[in-house]
């Protein structure tokens, strides 16, 4: 006959010669010195997660490698808040000899500083530079500082926000250190475009940048084409003048320009700092920069301006039929600087249709010489027609 025999903690203490009450049985914690991670899935998708400072952001998307199309980040994250610490590709188990088989992305982002900005990951076949991607994967990202027992005696109060919009292009403002300036722009990200920031733009030791979020309308569930608000801000540093450049465009267009840009300067303080490295030495300073406007009956004229000062050409057209302003010949860049392509449709309150609008393109002069601005308003797909618009300008750059 066999006999089972059941030992229970206290009679195996005992026969070890240990007593049960002195028996400690540790549970199994998570390193404290190790970094907490937040983990997001493909179900998160256009959720707002919240992490501190110091701790780690694993995002997890699924696809498969074996169809040539794989998920790579774009455009809208900001440095200063989130650094990148790498991806890779993990596929999952199978049997032995089964192929097609897919996997899963993972991000993995460490949290730098407080503040705001996004993710924003595109599934495409890398080869395929010109088309969107396949698949659109944004999470935003709230960072805050670790709390504090207590703040320090000397903390000085939060700045004021200067909150700014379209309108508010080309503007001068003025700010103090601690202050945030808040830019908020009309974007649609289902068309493939999204703002982001022209890079060199603005000098970090005046202004830092906080990176974008986007937050579409309100809409009823299932809509699609809905589009929304990118909201940018960025925090005052230290006495000086900088710029804000964010351009409108689709990520994977590389050689394109914006369809739309949006430029403010900004002086920290009040305060005027010198020239900017890479600028031209013999620009004159802002304050003294004149603003020369030009229509579509200017056409054949020819301008003569100073250096730092900008011409801006105002020219009608119709994007509904088609039409759209191209330039014929690529203009001088060592001369004129492009800052602005901008179209905007005319006020419709009565939503009517085919209603169009102006182009609004915006050169600076850097330096001494003479460039010639040759455009023409057309249907792209008909370079020979006999109804296209050519418009062309000579302007003079004086010292």
């Known amino acids: 006959m066999k006999h089972t025999m059941i030992l229970t903690a206290a009679t195996v203490f005992a026969a070890l010669g240990l007593a049960a009450a002195d028996t400690v049985l540790e549970p199994n914690l998570p390193d404290p010195d190790e970094p907490v991670e937040i983990r997001v899935t493909s179900g998160d998708a256009n959720k707002e997660i919240k992490a501190k400072v110091g701790e780690i952001i694993v995002i997890e998307v699924e696809g498969n490698a074996t169809t040539g199309y794989s998920w790579d980040e774009m455009p809208g994250r900001s440095d200063s808040v989130l650094e990148s610490q790498g991806h890779e590709y993990k596929m999952q188990d199978f049997p032995v000899g089964m192929v097609g088989v897919g996997g ?8 730098k500083a407080p503040g705001k900005t996004e993710i924003v990951l595109g599934y495409a076949r890398p080869w395929e530079k010109d088309k969107p991607p396949e698949q659109m994967f944004n999470v935003k990202i709230v960072a805050e500082a670790v709390p504090a027992s207590a703040a320090p005696a000397d903390a000085k109060p939060a700045g004021k926000t200067v909150e700014l919009g379209r309108d508010d292009d080309g503007k001068t403002v003025t700010v103090r250190p601690g202050d945030v300036v808040c830019v908020k722009l009309r974007s649609n990200r289902t068309t493939g475009y999204s703002w982001a920031e022209v890079k060199g733009k603005t000098d970090a030791k005046v202004l830092k940048s906080d990176g974008g979020e986007y937050k579409v309308d309100e809409h009823p569930a299932g809509m699609v084409g809905v589009g929304g608000n990118e909201v940018w801000t960025f925090t005052a540093l230290a006495a000086g003048r900088t710029e804000i450049v964010l351009g409108y465009a689709r990520p994977w267009e590389k050689d394109k320009e914006p369809a739309q840009t949006f430029k403010v300067t900004v002086v920290v303080d009040g305060a005027v700092a010198p020239a900017q490295a890479g600028e031209t030495k013999d620009a004159g300073p802002a304050k003294e920069a004149k603003e ?4 579509d009956k200017d056409s054949g004229k020819t301008l003569e301006v100073r250096v730092g000062d900008s011409v801006k050409l105002v020219l009608e057209t119709n994007p509904t039929t088609g039409f759209s302003w191209n330039k014929i010949e690529d203009v001088d860049k060592s001369i004129l600087k492009l800052e ?12 009517m249709v085919g209603v169009g609008g102006n182009t609004t393109i915006v050169y600076r002069a850097i330096k001494a010489g003479s460039a010639k601005i040759d455009l023409v308003d057309m249907q792209p797909w008909e370079p020979d027609s006999e109804f296209k618009t050519e418009y062309s300008v000579t302007v003079k750059v004086l010292p």
């Open 340 to 351: 602005k392509n901008d179209y905007r449709q005319n006020a419709n309150p009565g939503r």
């Open 104 to 111: 899963k992305a993972v991000f993995r982002y460490r949290v």
């Open 292 to 295: 020369f406007t030009l229509g």
